[in-house]
């Protein structure tokens, strides 16, 4: 069974300019994560997708950052403009069940540097 | 704020030993608890998930949860240098919200 795929792996940017990550769920999957993990931390939700609707978003800053989720499988996560603060490692996991009992699954993560 | 607690080490075993991870959280309703294994410059890693009270058993690794005194840990018996990781605790919170609050991970190093 495939895992979870993301691209691009790495990104380097300057501030202000905008940037997308694209993620690809585990076959069957409904919820989708996507995550932001800073070093020496645990991975924060920006927003989880239950199919195609965005079912808990409060964490995303949505002055800057978009995202969506078209048919209910792959996703794009967009920041624009993206600002120093914002490099960190953005992890999209996926869920077979919607439930308590959400064991995710990692993609390997972009690590985004913000110049 | 609901808040998972974790020491972030380093934990430093030899090879061979019983490595034991604690874990405490705030929110008295939290449902189900994972444990992730994270390498250097890696995603996590799902190894083990308890839901009710007591231990659960997979290979080396048993998780405990203790829902009264608001503490999950993990122990790994027979320690490999390869176990050297960081091991992050996710706690889901009880009220219906299924978004998992992660620690901010134990830094295990197993030494030969």
């Known amino acids: 069974e495939a895992g979870v795929v993301q691209s691009p792996r790495y990104k380097i940017i300057e501030k202000k300019q905008p940037v997308a990550f694209w993620c690809n769920p585990i076959?069957?999957?409904?919820?989708l994560y996507w995550y932001r993990q800073n070093l020496g931390q645990g991975p924060e939700l920006l927003i989880r997708?239950?199919?195609?609707?965005?079912?808990?978003d409060s964490q995303l800053p949505k002055d800057r950052f978009s995202a969506e989720r078209l048919k209910g499988v792959d996703s794009t996560l967009k920041i624009q403009p993206a600002e120093l603060g914002d490099s960190a490692v953005y992890l999209c996991?996926?869920?077979?069940?919607?439930?308590?009992?959400?064991?995710?699954?990692f993609g390997p993560g972009t690590r985004l540097t913000v110049l | 704020q609901k808040e998972v607690e974790q020491n972030s080490g380093p934990l430093s075993v030899p090879e061979g030993a019983i490595a034991s991870l604690n874990c405490t959280y705030s929110?008295?309703?939290?449902?189900?608890f994972f444990w992730y294994r994270q390498y250097s410059g890696k995603s996590p890693e799902l190894i083990m998930s308890?839901?009710?009270?007591g231990d659960k058993e997979d290979g080396r690794f048993t998780a405990q949860l203790n829902k009264a005194s608001q503490y999950v840990s993990l122990l790994i018996r027979d320690s490999q240098p390869s176990d050297s990781a960081t091991y992050l605790c996710?706690?889901?919170?009880?009220?219906?919200?299924?978004?998992?609050?992660f620690g901010r991970g134990t830094s295990l190093i197993v030494h030969p």
């Open positions: 308890i839901y009710s009270n």
């Open positions: 996710a706690v889901n919170p009880g009220g219906g919200s299924y978004i998992p609050t």
């Open positions: 996991a996926s869920s077979p069940a919607s439930g308590p009992y959400n064991e995710q699954f």
């Open positions: 997708y239950e199919n195609e609707e965005a079912v808990d």
């Open positions: 929110d008295r309703g939290s449902q189900s």
């Open positions: 076959s069957g999957h409904n919820t």
